[in-house]
Nanobody
């Protein structure tokens, strides 16, 4: 089992910045990659950014150049630095861990953190 605790959301003006954090605990050895997804009202959950255990990163086109995902292996924590925020970035952001559970690929999710961007 993997537990994920996300934090760092809040209200920010357009053009501002926020940093999200996601701390993993439990069977962290089973994690292949971690990332952030977001879901706005009436929309499907979408990948924002992900980072593998080897440090490879992947970003949604809409956030490239503005968001940066990083990880601190000593703290088992992944960060999402969000700069130049736009109103369309507003959503609930969910931390995700792509792991294996009983040998089978399994997605773990954090509780979600709200990001609100005022125009």
């Amino acid at each position: 089992q993997v537990q994920l605790v996300g934090s760092g959301g809040g209200l920010v003006q357009a053009g501002g910045s926020l940093r999200l954090s996601c701390a993993a605990s439990g069977s962290i050895f089973s994690i292949n990659a971690m990332g952030w997804y977001r879901q706005a009202p009436g929309k499907q959950r979408e990948l924002v950014a992900a980072i593998t255990s080897g440090g490879n990163t992947n970003y949604a086109d809409s956030v490239k150049g503005r968001f940066t995902i990083s990880r601190d292996n000593a703290k088992n924590t992944v960060y999402l630095q969000m700069n130049s925020l736009k109103p369309e970035d507003a959503a609930v952001y969910y931390c995700n861990a792509d792991a294996r559970r009983l040998g089978v690929p399994y997605d773990y999710w954090g509780q979600g953190t709200q990001v609100t961007v005022s125009s």
